[in-house]
């Protein structure tokens, strides 16, 4: 399978700390994507970023790309309550599909 | 969650019954894709579409069938819902050049 897997599972952090996840894939990708889920919700697109990029940015985002080890990391710099969700990679090998992760569960403490 | 609604949004149903789910997209999208979320599983693909009567299958499409007649519409059917089917069930479309998907707010459908 093609699916990527985040780690940790699960994270708890105070609020104004940075949460750091991180996402390890299989094979060769096009680009790789971050969606974060609020509990019931769908899932809302974060962040891409594409195989040839190493890092990118985004508000208190930064997404890092290592394809030489298929791996990603996703920052969350001075984290705040309303950060707490379900944060996913995805990749993509192109034909539009994407393979989601199995997620990491973020609650940020007040 | 980009124009695309979902119905139900809530479902219980009983074993071997038949269930149809649908999902709307008001943009003309060409892609829609179904996908199932369960614990310890993320989100994994069912079927997906590329056009009007152009369908695929995905990573766990055994039990399920799809269709889509209309460009706005992609129906999820579960002939005969077993127990297994239990779960959130999520559409998608891509919209814009890159395969970024948007998603719907999903449907819970619990079989007894």
């Known amino acids: 399978s093609q699916q990527g897997e985040e780690d940790p599972q699960a994270l708890s952090i105070q609020e104004g700390e940075n949460a750091t996840m991180n996402c390890s894939y299989k094979?060769?990708?096009?680009?790789l994507q971050w969606y974060r889920q609020n509990s019931g919700r769908g899932l809302v697109h974060l962040i891409l970023i594409r195989s040839n990029e190493r890092e990118k940015h985004s508000g208190r985002l930064r997404v890092t790309l290592d394809t030489s080890k298929k791996s990603s990391s996703l920052l969350i710099t001075a984290s705040r309550a309303a950060d707490t969700a379900s944060y996913f990679c995805a990749t993509s090998g192109g034909a539009n599909n994407l393979f989601f992760g199995t997620g990491t569960r973020l609650t940020v403490i007040p | 969650d980009a124009g695309i609604t979902q119905s139900p949004r809530h479902k219980v149903t009983e074993t071997g019954t038949p269930v149809t789910l649908r999902c709307h997209q008001t943009e003309n999208h060409r892609y829609m894709y179904w996908y199932r979320q369960d614990p310890g599983h993320g989100l994994r693909l069912i079927h997906y579409s590329y056009g009007v009567k152009d369908t695929d299958k995905g990573e766990v499409s055994d039990g399920y069938s799809v269709s889509r007649s209309k460009t706005e519409d992609f129906l999820l059917t579960l002939e005969s819902a077993t127990s297994s089917q239990t779960s959130v069930y999520f559409c998608a479309i891509t919209a814009g050049s890159t395969d970024t998907q948007y998603f719907g707010p999903g449907t819970r459908l619990t079989v007894l």
């Open positions: 094979t060769s990708i096009n680009n």
